[in-house]
C-alpha cells in the first residue's frame, strides 16, 4: 500500500500564492515514480477534479481553470509532488488531494484546505 500525505494549504487573499506538497510512503513506493500522478481538488458541493498532472519524467499538464497559474513538479528521490500555486482566486478554495491518474488508485489522503478569501 502507499501512504499519501498532502499539505501546505492555508487562508490566502486574492492574488497570493500557496505550494501544496504530497509526499508518498509504504511498501510499494518504489515503483511510485513510474505512475503519472495529478492534483484534484474538491470544492464544497462539486465533484473532485483533476487540476494538474506530471508524468515520471516530468512532462506536466494543466486544467484550463489553472494554466499559467499553477506549477506542477516531482521529485522521484523524494517520493514527492508539488503543486505552486499563483495568483490564487477565490474560486480555487477547495480542498486538494494527490494521487495517480489512472486506476487502481492508490488510497486517498487526507487532503489539504485550500481557501482564497479577503
Known amino acids: 500500500q502507499v501512504q499519501l500525505v498532502e499539505s501546505g494549504g492555508g487562508l490566502v487573499q486574492p492574488g497570493g500564492s500557496l505550494r501544496l506538497s504530497c509526499a508518498a510512503s509504504?511498501?510499494?513506493?518504489?515503483?511510485?515514480?513510474?505512475?503519472?500522478m495529478g492534483w484534484y481538488r474538491q470544492a464544497p458541493g462539486k465533484q473532485r477534479e483533476l487540476v494538474s498532472t506530471?508524468?515520471?519524467?516530468?512532462?506536466?499538464n494543466y486544467a484550463d481553470s489553472v494554466k499559467g497559474r499553477f506549477t506542477i513538479s516531482r521529485d522521484n528521490a523524494k517520493k514527492a509532488i508539488y503543486l505552486q500555486m499563483n495568483s490564487l482566486k477565490p474560486e480555487d478554495t477547495a480542498v486538494y488531494y494527490c494521487?495517480?491518474?489512472?486506476?487502481?488508485?492508490?488510497?486517498w489522503g487526507q487532503g489539504t484546505q485550500v481557501t482564497v478569501s479577503s
Open positions: 506530471v508524468t515520471g519524467g516530468g512532462s506536466t
Open positions: 494521487n495517480k491518474i489512472t486506476s487502481p488508485f492508490y488510497s
Open positions: 509504504g511498501s510499494i513506493v518504489s515503483i511510485y515514480t513510474i505512475y503519472t
